[in-house]
């Protein structure tokens, strides 16, 4: 065992980082640091200081990161329309770069030497807490308990906590699933039991938590008007709202509507393939509406170039790369773009879907004169488009002229 | 006038068409041969000819292209998964190569010097018209009346009719829409008229005729069974069908379950914005149940490949660069890609939703004993996780080290 | 004709653009700006005010533009390390938005409601003039002679030049010359004449200027150190130095050491294929050098990054959208990853090549007790490669595991 | 110790092996397979075979596999034009794929279970040896003695030799080089010793073994008349040549003229940035003139795709991903791009650089008589190129006439 003297421990207050908590005492012999962090997970962080107190820790953090969380991560991410494997729309992924910032913040505060995490060793997540605090903090030692553990089954873990006097509530509703869940302001994931069978349709009523089935959901459409400035919602029905309480609504309104659950096999990081049930009820809105806004206000090759981007921006907030030069490189041109990305757009919720309905910008592109079907008076002229389209073939013309086939 | 003799103009057999008839003959003193395809629109061919008989024409073309156009053209672009701009599924880019195509080869078969067709010179149709022709034979001649003619507004067109006596149906249910509408076995499209205030919400109950809206479908789900074989639909709940009978089934169930109702504004290539709705019930369920059954078959390299090549590839067909060497390229690297796409999707259809809920194949990479949350049985050594971070983080901790700050 | 009063033409005081002026004031009857500029091309610009002046021109401009050039085109093109088509620097390319940019400030000052330009239909740089004037002022009217009029031979041109009285130098070496040619502080170019034969070599000794042949070069090679700061040059040698002197510099150590020529098939963005030769000592230098600073101070991705964007930032200056949103989107991008390109290069300049030979930097990323082959001293743990590469191959191995081939 | 029986090692008869044979024996006390291949590295291989069956190698396999290098995995490569950060030509990179076929193939025949190989943990051939092995026997077991053992000086490595009695060549010059090479048809390179500090200029004349200094090449230049089919050379000055012949010339007349020098510090895979020398004189020449005969047979768009595609071509060589899905699709992209990559190439030679200087092809879509800077006798419409400019200028109008400032 290296020689650690502290370490800062993501602490959710939960039965397995509670037995991390125990066994980084117990095995480096070390202090630990609890931090816990409210992003919007819909549980209680308080009662995380009372567990951790048990444990004999002096330094306790218990942050609300809620608005950062959505100003500083999802915000600038739904910028790019990030989507991973054209369906998953990164919940996760997101929120691990302000975990990972937030332990080396406190381990540079409290002089800890290491950090730790209760990630395991075949996911995305120990990679991406890790990258982030490498990149923050290159000195750092990472302990990942799972990766060096023999408790790996959940029969050891028991015994782990019998014999350690670890308090076990049984009736933790939480613990009962049979699915590895994880959640935050942008969404709930759901993993493991029968999920590991891709043709088992996710039809348990009881896994879904966020959103009713779209069959319970109104049978009247919810129509919304979201407001956007430099690409950001900050308005909702004409009431100004912070990017926490936004996607707050939109989960509360979205979830009411069946809207955001999503069933799919993605592509871990780490090189298997891993089916995984998501509700994202705010983000699924946020993408549409973003996508709305964006149709009248984003020049041709501006959105374009972001649309060839967007696989490569996805694929590093997947893996982990938030805190890189790359991603920053990415975002400057992303929010340079978004500067026009202001204006309305209506968008109506039935029963499982969103669909844009109206979209309205003092910054649109949409020309009415130029559009239009009818007369244009002269806006535009149609025998250019013939100078066009004969450039624009030149070079298949001369190259079938010379015998070439393109059947 | 360059000296034209004799010209092969796509033909619908409706009002604008008919006019052009007369027009050629009148401007250009030329023969002209009509050629009418049934491609899916749902309208019938046949009295094109009638038609065009009682023009004068002696040259007529009457093709049944439907199984034609779903093999060639809508199953390899939906291999591609393309979406236009994050949205539209290309149901009237895919069609025109193929008019072209067509064009072309009656060109041939008669001598024709020229084509001719009866898209505007606003739109993006022409543009896919001509560089599909010129690709295909470089002298042919190509005339657009509508940016030649004065025959602008609707009022002009009808006094040309009313002086050389083209019989005008005023009854005819299509043409008393104010929208400018196209159909094909993908897709039937609607702009102008009150489509032209991008914030009206297109909820003209009249406009839409493919699909029931949402509220309107069922209260009970339907599921499909969905067999790909090289990335292409072979059968539907067990039954083997032809691409255009997928495509037509589809559109069916599809209609009747609200899915693929669509509301955009989107870039033309000759430059302006544009609003369009669209419904596309069989593509919006292929589109979901491809990426369903790529999810568990391709390789992620190989998937992550294509979803970076797909915006340029979606944007060579929407500008109608498919008969050209780029789109070839792709194509080819795209195809192969989907030699392991096969197995089966289960999807639900639910009032404008579809869902993926199963997946399963032959050639799945899914691997449940890597995958499971259980015991693996040794199947993964989480502790290589340790080194694969350490040395993806490497280049990150160097430069922090150097006292790089990326926050 | 439509109505112009008053318009700015970029007037060379050749020949060519002389006749220009004179046609203008014929043709449309309306008043001339001349604008002639000083951008590096090694001719004398006042001659131009006696031409201007003698033909009637009351507005004149004659502004040295070169420090503006260097600064704000071709030093931010050199930081995105582009490359057209894998061999050309854009050296004509980059000049044009500076030119539309001017035109369109004289047009602001002078109240005219036109440009016009000395640049063919055939040809790239009306479709740079023009995007670029277009985008600066979209209400602009633009005159290319080239395109209108009816001189369209030597002949023509002279017999135009007789009636009008416009003085004709026969004895001016370079109107003498059989190639088109074009120069500016990056470089001079060639077009035409035999070159239009790709097969035959450009040995003509008369027609390269700025570089001996290589074979002609000094025996000796010369070495140069130079500086970067953000990724663009300050000093040579240890000697601060302006941009443009940067670049009057390295293009005259360059062309003594026959550095810089370049014979190519470019594809024009018009559509045909066209041969050019290049002489662009200063540009070639700057590539090399820049790449030689980047590979010790960007970080591995942001450099990939930049590679793979360049061919499309190139793309977009050789097609003339320097005044574009995408272009600034990507220019952002590139500019922030230039922070830590700062240190200094040392290369070999030798009968026609150049070679890196040495780089330093305070920013270097380079750790010699990481890279070392001898004892490291635990700076790299080993062992972490295996772990890295078992999980890079994972996917690979389940593929195969499953019996896909790969050979 | 894994229960390892029969491991295949790549053996290049060096010192270095021969330790490994004796290692692997004692270690893992299993049969040793040795496999030494010659790939153009310009060392016999044959005494190889004596020395294995002094050190008791009963299964010994000695293999010439130059053709197969050169036209399976060089000329393909060639196809791309790849080049990994802009300067280095893959010379290492290429050939690791094929080792890796070659050892699995063997362990196939022989009924080995693992495989071997000399590369250290710190570079990208362990990463590309393993990634091969891998995606062709995913249960195949490595051995890589460099991160194992504790042989890590070469003090310790003579002591174990001087222990086991492997006899060490102390007057062989490779040996005494100071810097570590490797080497086959396409390039010889150097790292290590003095180069670790990249401010140093890598002037040792001992070093460079394949090219005369440019200074000592001759004074007159030496011309090239390269003949291409499909992307490939298939003859030089009208003589027909295999690849590997093609190669070997190109190396022999490329060296005498001072060609293929490169000094670089490129990036690894693994993680750190590290310093090269390379001699690569074939396919210096190869690569200028691939891009000469493209310049006149690619389709624009084609050759713009292929510049796209390639720095990730280049990467997923670099990196080891040659058996990979990815690399087969791009692969099958850029093999239909050199259907009509046919013609010849003029290429001059003059100390230390290649120069271009003439091309001409059956395929060509170099247009004579659209190019002329004369009078074109109507084969191009110059009055087309305004509506060109015209709309795609429109999208920029709109904009600034919505007010937007792109300056």
């Known amino acids: 065992m290296s ?4 370490v800062v421990l993501a602490y959710s207050g939960g039965l397995d980082t509670s037995v991390i908590v125990k066994w980084l005492q117990e095995t480096y012999n070390c202090e630990v640091v609890t931090f816990t962090a409210d992003i919007g997970q819909g549980e209680e962080v308080e009662p995380a200081r009372a567990k951790a107190k048990a444990m004999g820790i002096k330094e306790i953090y218990i942050d609300d990161l809620r608005e950062e969380f959505a100003r500083d991560f999802v915000f600038p991410m739904f910028r790019a329309n990030a989507i991973y494997e054209g369906e998953y729309l990164l919940g996760t992924s997101i929120a691990r770069p302000l975990i990972a910032k937030r332990l080396i913040e406190i381990a540079n505060e409290t002089g800890a030497d290491a950090i730790s995490h209760g990630a395991t060793g075949k996911g995305n997540d120990q990679v991406r807490f890790e990258l982030g ?3 923050l903090k290159p000195g750092i030692q990472v302990i990942a308990p799972w990766r060096e553990w023999d408790l790996t089954s959940r029969e050891t873990l028991m015994d782990y906590c019998a014999k350690h006097e670890i308090p076990v509530d049984y009736a933790n509703a939480k613990k009962k ?9 942008l969404h709930i994931s759901y993993e493991g039991g029968n999920l590991e069978d891709p043709w088992w349709e996710a039809e348990d ?5 966020w959103t009713v089935a779209p069959e319970q959901a109104p049978d009247q459409p919810t129509y919304l008007e979201i407001t956007y400035e430099k690409g950001d919602i900050v308005a909702i029905n004409g009431e100004a709202m912070s990017p926490a309480t936004v996607m707050e609504y939109l989960n509360k309104v979205g979830g009411e509507n069946g809207i955001g659950r999503l069933d799919i096999v993605e592509n871990r990081y780490v090189g298997m393939k891993s089916r995984g049930c998501y509700e994202t009820p705010a983000g699924t809105i946020m993408m549409k509406a ?6 009248i206000t984003l020049d041709r090759e501006a959105a374009h170039l972001k649309d060839e981007l967007m696989p490569r921006y996805a694929k590093l907030v997947y893996n982990g790369y938030w805190w890189s030069p790359e991603r920053k490189m990415l975002q400057l041109a992303i929010d340079e ?4 990305v202001n204006g309305d757009v209506r968008v109506k919720l039935y029963k499982g879907s969103v669909s844009v309905v109206g979209r309205r910008s003092p910054d649109s592109l949409f020309d009415e004169k130029i559009a239009t079907f009818e007369d244009d008076a002269g806006a535009y002229d149609q025998k250019d488009a013939e100078g066009f389209i004969k450039l624009n073939a030149l070079r298949l013309r001369i190259a079938a002229d010379k015998g070439r086939d393109i059947l």
Chains 1, 2, 3, 4 share one sequence.
Do not use: C, F, T
Request: proline share 6%; charged share 30%.
């Open 3 to 6: 020689d650690i003297k502290k």
């Open 290 to 295: 973003h996508r709305g806004i964006e149709s």
């Open 133 to 135: 605090a490498y990149a």
């Open 205 to 209: 009523p009881d896994m879904w938590r």
């Open 337 to 340: 773009s978004q500067k026009v």
């Open 177 to 185: 699933s049979p699915y590895s869940m994880d959640a935050n302001l």
